[in-house]
Antibody, heavy 119, light 112 residues
């Protein structure tokens, strides 16, 4: 079965850093682009970032450019999101999702990990 | 890049059909046939329901159908069932310098 399992969320003070991980299983991780999508409490979904199947291309939403870095380790089938200079508005559930390169859809989602940025 | 516009809520009785609209612009929904739809039950992760505007992934009920006209995409749920009560989000590939993707504002579907 295809699975994505996020970890690394928690409570952090503004200005601090946090690294999220997403462990993939049940599919050929190195063949797919991967995304992070977040959802603030009681709000809608927001696309955050994408990394290509080989890690060569990365794109970010304006709201996180320069502060967040996406990466992947194919040997560990794991996706990462390094979040620096965190702000209260970054408080959200962060979902790891698999990207379909042809349809540009997010076809598999993890259960999410909660990040709370608070003094 | 602004969020796509969806109605905040839509309701219907069991067995009825409802339609959720997703309005964008000529720069997003109108430019690409890459609209997808997601269902989200409370406290759960989103579930992939529709891609390329009207195609269903394997395992998704044929009661769910999608369409697009101009800058507006739509999701129709026919034969409404209690388990369809959830939030629904559209999403479009945008390819802009500020964001590659934009989601809709979300619609709460209530089964009366």
């Amino acid at each position: 079965q295809v699975h994505l399992v996020e970890s690394g969320g928690g409570v952090v003070q503004p200005g601090r850093s946090l690294r999220l991980s997403c462990a993939a299983s049940g599919f050929t991780f190195n063949s797919y682009a991967m995304h992070w999508v977040r959802q603030a409490p009681g709000k809608g979904l927001e696309w955050v970032t994408i990394i290509s199947y080989d890690g060569g291309d990365k794109y970010y939403a304006d709201s996180v450019t320069g502060r967040f870095t996406i990466s992947r380790d194919g040997s560990k089938n794991t996706l990462y999101l390094q979040m620096n200079s965190l702000r209260p508005e970054d408080t959200a559930v962060y979902y790891c999702t698999r990207g379909d390169g042809v349809t540009s859809a997010f076809d598999i989602w993890g259960q999410g990990t909660m990040v709370t940025v608070s003094p | 890049q602004s969020a796509l516009t969806q109605p905040a809520s839509v309701s219907g009785s069991p067995g009825q059909s409802i339609t959720i609209s997703c309005t964008g612009t000529s720069s997003d929904v109108g430019s690409y046939n890459l609209v997808s739809w997601y269902q989200q039950h409370p406290g759960k992760a989103p579930k992939f329901m529709i891609y390329e505007g009207s195609k269903r992934p394997s395992g998704v009920s044929n009661r769910f159908s999608g369409s697009k006209s101009g800058n507006t995409a739509s999701l129709t749920i026919s034969g409404l069932q209690a388990e369809d009560e959830a939030d629904y989000y559209c999403c479009s590939y945008v390819g802009s310098s500020t964001s590659l993707y934009v989601f809709g504002t979300g619609t709460k579907v209530t089964v009366l």
